[in-house]
């Protein structure tokens, strides 16, 4: 017998702490990704309450998390599907986890530069938009691997 939160497709619905509980998952991986360390569990839940209220594009049948541990490069692939559509799944919830923390100050020096460094950011300036280049090819390809666009 189904659970009451489990729709006749199986899928369980919007409200279900299953669901939840997958997008406070789903919040930890993301922010491995953008910040390189975990995800404070006030985040976590916010994230998944977020997720839970606004219209958001649908995901696909892809989780985040299988591709995670096969080690999928997930910043490339959103930057490949941000290309052909700036609303699509995966950026739209890259910016909400970036916008429930920006505001945060543990996250300040992650969002503001608040020295002037003119050559130094210039180089770095440099080298991320090299890194954003090689990041756009890779992705352009894992999307059409995962067959995600």
Not at 21 to 33: F, G, P, S, T
Not at 44 to 51: H, I, N, P, S
Not at 60 to 73: I, W
């Amino acid at each position: 017998m189904k659970s009451s939160t489990e729709t006749s497709a199986g899928r369980t619905e919007p409200g279900s702490s299953t669901t939840r509980e997958k997008w406070q998952a789903e919040a930890e991986i993301l922010h491995r990704i953008l910040f390189g360390s975990g995800a404070p569990a006030e985040v976590k839940q916010r994230y998944a309450v977020a997720l839970e209220t606004l219209p958001l594009a649908a995901a696909p049948q892809c989780d985040l998390a299988a591709l995670s541990k096969r080690n999928v490069d997930l910043e490339a692939m959103e930057l490949a599907l941000r290309r052909n559509n700036p609303f699509n799944f995966l950026t739209q919830r890259f910016r909400v986890l970036c916008y429930l923390v920006e505001a945060q100050p543990d996250y300040f020096h992650r969002f503001v530069n608040d020295r002037p460094r003119f050559f130094t950011g210039a180089l770095i300036l440099g080298l991320k938009t090299l890194r954003s280049a090689c990041l756009a090819v890779k992705g352009r390809w894992l999307v059409k691997r995962y067959d995600l666009g």
